[in-house]
């Protein structure tokens, strides 16, 4: 009877002991919220504060478009002398600063989106005079690289009380290497706001950076960029319960020089100093942010105008780049009038075969940075059509003047990127609720584990009593498993590490005044390929979400990255962007195309490869295509030829054909069968490779 219930004990401990990693808020959990006051008190504030998190704007983590901002390069990670990495804003006019905000700059890279490129660790701001010297110093910064909160939040800082300033300095600590420039570091921002009231004075401010040089890519990173007030995120707007509309969008054009116009009636004659455009949302994944902004426009007065100057011109054009997801203004001196008439002369068309468009998301006419236009009844010159969320298309222009954005309730800078810098605070004391909730949790799982000890030393006591004659035979197999052990441990794990010690001497005889064998470049070069394809395999094991791209959009980031060094043409059927397959067809897909580029860089010698998806009911077509050497008759007949490729296509159950001729270039199709699921015995045996090709 006493060794029954000694075994029940032991079999109650091992239930407790794999109770702890049965679920992701196991015993310990459930042994804190019965006896700690402070678990429940945390479970509360965290309720709280996620119930604010949905008023609150956040940073959007797809690609907004827009200019890139200021980047310098610098030959070492820390300045020599103080303020030696730093960059200077003089603004137009002096005013009176009472909040400053800096917006990181972001890129997308190899390996995603880098949300805080160029970002430095630590920094300085000042404000400064027109003499430039220091009026103050604002925030002094350090650290940033390790906070675990901020991904792509622009730095608040409110001025009180409110100083009069001519310029502002930021002064950087300490940079990071340039992924793209192996030997130089990065100093980067997006845009910086100086705020007097809702008037940025930092617009058209005049930049100098004191030190290094900017990077090779003028049309993304540019001084002017850092004071244009173009930001990567997005339209400044906050969320509102059923206030959103992404846009107006005229019908379509046959050509790009198609005229048309939009005009606001304000109702009555009234003053105004600006007219703000905003971009509509793009209705597909495919086309650019800032789709349909006009690229050249002009601003009249139609009837009677009053300008400050009558002899003055009162129509303005005005040549645009794409703006992205960011607002447009057009200043100029202060005006009246009844109606304010926008005649576009150069519409969006990014492809011959793709009509032409005009979209914009709203209109505001200001009077000293206020909207007057708000609700004004808005005429076009055309019927066009108006795309909502919950709305069915309808052709009216009245969405232009409604004060909604894309997704919520158009706000002015300011009063968006105070509500940016709120949900960053919410959001830092989540996490540290959710570290305070670890910890208690933790504490318990340690007090469980003593208990679990105890209790388990207690059983051992319990099992050392059993008589006599049970301990002897226990004895004996225990120390007939020890034996074979040893002998395990002598014969395998002893002749496995000799073996090692001879492949170490070996390798270090072959390196020993040569330089690295060609073994070990191998290897080397085996880990850089290995870590290119990781990005394929993230992709593939990230959740199904809206965070997520498509199978053709990832395709061609793909693309963009691995044929940067050659010229590449990548088109698409509207299908195949809406394609989707299973994660084992994804993944087999992905591996195909790397190894088809892999191939295309290294063995054809091509100056230019052609990309084309096309996707109906049934098929999947993939097309790769180059102009180099071609792959010889009797290389192709090699059963080594192509193998890794040909791997993908058997897993698949697809169908390949390769037309190649020598000095022609070669073409690779693959044409997979949507509905099939991938053959797992040969999918399984498919291992990623590089063969010749």
Partial sequence: MRRCRGCRWFYLLLLLADASSAAEEGWEHQLARRFSRRLAGIETETGKLRAELPRLPMVPVSDQGGTGGFACLHPAAEPTTPGEYSVTLDFPTVGLVDLIALVPARRYGVGGLESQFGLPDGFEVELMDGEGNVLRTLA???????????????????????????????????LRLDPDVSNEYVHAWAEVFAFQGERNLARGARVNSSSGVPPSAPWQWNYAFL???????????????????????SLPRQTAEDSMWIEVDLGQEQGFDAIKLYPAARPTSDLPSGFGFPRRFTISLPGEVASKDPGESTDWEVATTNPGNNPFLVQFDPLRSRRVRIGISS??????????????????????GKNI??????GSSESAMRIGRTESLAPTESTLTDGLGQRGRLVSSREWLLGLDQRLKLERQLYGLQQEKAAIAKDWRITGWIVLAVLGGVGTLVLIVLPVRYRLREKLHISQVRDRIASDLHDEVGSNLGSIQMLADLAEGHAA????????????????????????????????????????????ETSSIMLEPLEWEFTANEAAWQCEMSDESNRHLFLFFREALHNLLRHSGAKKATIRVECDDQRFHLTVADDGCGIPPEKLERPSTLRALRQRVEALGAEFKVDTRPGEGTRLELG??????????????AQPGIAPG
Avoid: N
């Fill in 140 to 174: 002094k910064e350090d650290g940033l690289w390790s906070e675990p909160v901020r991904a792509g939040h622009p730095f608040v800082y409110p001025v009180q009380p409110a100083i009069e300033a001519a310029g502002l300095r930021i002064s950087a600590r300490r």
């Fill in 227 to 249: 004071v244009d007030e173009q930001t990567p995120l997005g339209i400044p707007e906050m969320p509102a319960d059923g206030a959103s509309c992404e846009g107006w969008i």
């Fill in 347 to 368: 519409l969006w068309k990014a492809y011959d075969s793709f009509p032409a468009y005009a979209a914009f998301c709203e209109i505001e006419v200001l009077d000293g």
């Fill in 373 to 378: 236009a708000r609700g004004a009844p808005v």
């Fill in 513 to 556: 005044g040569t330089g690295p064998t060609k073994e070990l470049k191998r290897i080397q070069r085996i880990a850089a390929e290995t870590v290119s394809a990781v990005r394929d395999i993230v992709w593939l094991l990230r959740p199904q979400g809206d965070h997520r791209i498509g199978t053709v959009e990832h395709l061609r």
């Fill in 672 to 685: 997979i069968p949507l509905g099939v699921k991938p053959r797992k015995k040969q999918a399984a045996a």
